[in-house]
C-alpha cells in the first residue's frame, strides 16, 4: 500500500502546484510536466488513470507552447484530471470510473479546442514571434520542443533496448516488459502531439506486440525480440532525423519500415504460434551524422538517471570546460597568495590557517568540477551487449557478454573514444576468439562462449578487461605470418609476450578466411593506435584452448595528464610521464656519432639515437655538452630515442588546454597546459618529436 | 563606415572596462581611459599606435586590452607569432604585430600592451606599442587604400581614416588572422639556426 500512498501524495502535491503555476511560466510547465511523466510511470501501463495523466501530459506541452491560447483553461483541466487520478489510487479497489471518465472527455477536449485553435492560427497569416516555417505539420513546434522530445525519446528507447536484451535471458519478466511498453507507449503519445505520423504508427504497432507479450499471447524471443529491437532501431533512427533536419520539414522515412511495419502488423494478426521464417538480417545502423555538438545528446548515460530518480540538468560541454578552466585558474590564484611573501611576513597563524582552509576548499572545489565531466560506462556495455547478441547471430555461435562494473565513471570524451577499441576487440572475440558450439562441444567446453567485460579503478586508472572463452591466439601462426610478412626474423627467438604482441603490428590478421564480421587485414593495431591516442596501454593475456584477456589500462581522463617538466634553455616543456621510460646522465665515452651526422648514445647494451630538443625547438642558451646534460628516454609511435634536456624540474599533474586551431598542425606539441605559476607550457608529442628528428636528419 | 562583426555581439562598456588587467607591467593611465570612452556604435575605432602610426580596429572586435605579460614561445612557428598567454584559463596565441608589419623590433615599454581581438570564435592577442583612444569614424572619413605600388603591402589595410590631425589605417583583422596565414605556421619548413 504504501506505493499507492506516495502516489497519491504526489498526485496530490502535483494538484497543489498546477493551481499555483504561471502558465507563462514554461519552464515551470516543463518541470511539472516532467513530474507527471514520473508519476505516470509508477502507474500500471494502458491503465485508466495512466492513460488520463497522458492526456493530462499532453495538455501541459500544449501550455508551454507560444502558440497556446487558453493556457487557464487547459491547466483547469489537467487539475481536474489529476484529482480524478488521486481518488482513483485512494479508493483502490471500489473504485469509481466515472470521475475518470469525465476527466479524460474534459482534456480531450481541451486538447481539441487547443488543435482547433492553433490550426486556426496557423491560416491567419500574420505570425507573431514564433519561427514558423514555410512547411507545415512537423517543423511548426519550436526547435526546444524537438530537441525535448529526441532526447527523451533517446533515453526511452536506451532503456528499452537494455530491458529487450534482458529479456533474451529471460522473457517473461513482466517487470522489463513493463519499461519496453512504457517506452514505446511514451514516444507513440508524444509523436502523436507533435503530428509525427509515422513515429507514431510505428510505435503504435511496437506497443501493441509488446502489449501481448505482456499478456502471454507472444514470447519476446528469436523472432519478436528482433522485431522490437529493429523497431526500437527504426524508431531511434527516425527520431534522431528530426534533429538533422530540423526546420527542413522533411521527414525521411527510413527504407526498412515499410517493410518492419508490415512484419509488425502481421505478428499483430497470426499471434505468437507462427513459424519464424527467415529473418531479414538486422540492418546496419544507419548513418550518424547528426549534428550533435549543442543539441542534447543521445544520452546513453544518462539513462542510469531515470532509476537513480535523481533530477539533472542538461548543460552544454561548453559551459562545463569553461567552469573547470575558472576553477583551475582559481587554483593557481590561491596557490599564488599562499606563496605571497609579504603574507607570510606578516605571519599570524590566524591567517594563515584561513588561507590552508580556503587552499583546501578550492582543491575540493576542482576535484567536483572534474567529476562533472565523468559519466558511467553503462552505455557503452550496453552497445556491447546489443553487439554480442547480433553478431552471435550473424556467425551462428551462440554467445553471451557478461558485464560487470558498468557503473565505473570515466571521462565523457573517454567513452566515446572507447567504443571503436571496444567494437573492434568484441568482433574479433567473436569472430576469432570464439568457437563454433560443435567445436566447443568437442572441446568439452560449454557450448555457449562466454565474453567477459568488466571495469574496475586501479591506481588511479580505470581498467577494461575483456576476456573470452574461446580458442586462445595461436603463437606459431602469428609468429608465421609475421616472418611471411617480413616483420620478424625467422631465427629470432621472441618470448610470448614479443610473439602475442605481433598482433598489434599494422596489417597482420590471423582470420583465416575473411567474414563479413572482421578480419579485413585491419585489426588490433588500430585498436593499439587509438588507446595510445587516449594515452593508455593494451596488455594481452592468452592461453591456447582457454581463452584470451585483454586488459585496457586507461587514464581517468583525457583532461589531466601526469607530466615530468622538464627545461631547456630558458623554455620548459612538459612530457607525459608515461612515455618517458627512465632518464639518465651519459657516461663520458658513451657517446657516438654514426656517419658523421646521427648521435646515438650508449645505455647498458642499448644504443639510443639522441636528439636535441634545443635544436628541434630552437632554443637558445640551452646546454650544448651532451655530458653536462640528461637524456631523457621516451617512447612514441613504437620508437624509442633519448631526448636531451638541460635539467628535469619535476612531475605533476597539470590540465591539458587544447592551443586552439591554429596550433593545430605544429608538429611535436600535443598542447597546452597551465603550469603553477600561471604561465601556459607545451605539452609535448613523443610520437611527433621523433618522427619530425627522424626526418630532419635524414634530410640534413 | 558601419561594420558590424558577424556575430554581432554588443560591446558593453562597462565589460570591457572591468576586463582590463593588468599585469608585470602596469598599464598605461591612458589606455583605461580609452576603455571607458567605449561607446556602443559601431563607427568607434579602437586607436592603437605601432611605430609612430596610428592603426584602428573596429571596436566590436576588440574584446579587450591587457597589459604585457608572460608569453610561451611556440616552437616552430613563424617569428610574428609570439607564443601564446593564459588568459583567465584560456590559451590564447599572441601575434607581434611589428613583426607581423615586418617592422623592426623595439624595447618593450609601460605602455606595450596587448589587445584581444576576436572573430567569431577564434581570439588573438596583438601586442602593440600604444593604445590611445577611441575614435568615431564615419563613412565619410573613411577612403580607400592608396596604392603605394609593389613595395608596400596593403593586404592587411580596410581603408585609411582621416580626421582633422591624424590619418588613420584601419586594420582588416579577418585578413590578419586569414587562413593563408595561418597555414603557413602548420608548415614547419622554418629555418633551423
Redesign the interface.
Known sequence: MAKSETLYDGLEDFKARILAVDPADVSQVTVLRERLGTLTQSLEPSSQPAHVLDLAAQALQAVAQPACCDPSYLLAAVASAATAASQNVDEGANQDPSALEHAIEVLGRALQDQEADLSRDAQVPETTDAPVDASPGESQWAPELIAEFVAESCERLGEAEAALLALEANPDDVEQINTVLRAFHTIKGAAGFLGLDHIQKLSHLAENLLARARDGQVRLAGRHADLALRSGDCLKEMIEGLLADAGAGSSDVPGDMQELLGSLAEADEIGGDAQSDQIPAIPACPSDNVAQDTGPECPDSASSRARTNESTVRVGTRRLDDLIDMVGELVIAQSIIAQDLDISQVGGTRLSRSISRAGKIVRDLQQQTMGLRMVPLKGTFQKMTRLVRDLARKSGKPVQLVTAGEETEIDRKMVEALNDPLVHMIRNAVDHGIESAQQRARAGKDRTGTIHLRAYHSTGNVVIELQDDGCGLDRDRIVGKAVKRGLVDADNELSDAEAYSLIFHPGLSTADKLTEVSGRGVGMDVVKRNIDQLRGHVELNTARGQGTTFTLRLPLTMAIVEAMLVRVGRERYMLPTNSILRSFRPEPGSLFTVTGRGEMVRLRDQLLPVFRLHRLFDVAGALINPEESLMVVIEGRGRQCALMVDELLGQQQVVIKSLGDMFSAVRGISGGAILPDGQVGMILDTGGIIELSREISEAA | MRRVPKDGRPVNRRDLATTVRTKEWAMSQQAQTVMENVGQQTGKHLIFSLGGQDYGLGILQVREIIGMM?I??????PEFIQ????L????V?VMDLRSKFGMPAQELTDETCIVVACLGE?EMGLIVDRVSEVLDISDEQIEETPSFGAGVNTEFILGVGKTDEKVIVLLDLSKILSDGE?KS??D?D?Q??
Do not use: D, F
Not at chain 2, 610561451?72 to 612557428?77: A, E, G, L
Open positions: 608572460g610561451t614561445s611556440v616552437p616552430r612557428t607564443g601564446v598567454i593564459n583567465r584559463g584560456k590559451v596565441p577564434v595561418m605556421l602548420s614547419g622554418h633551423q639556426a
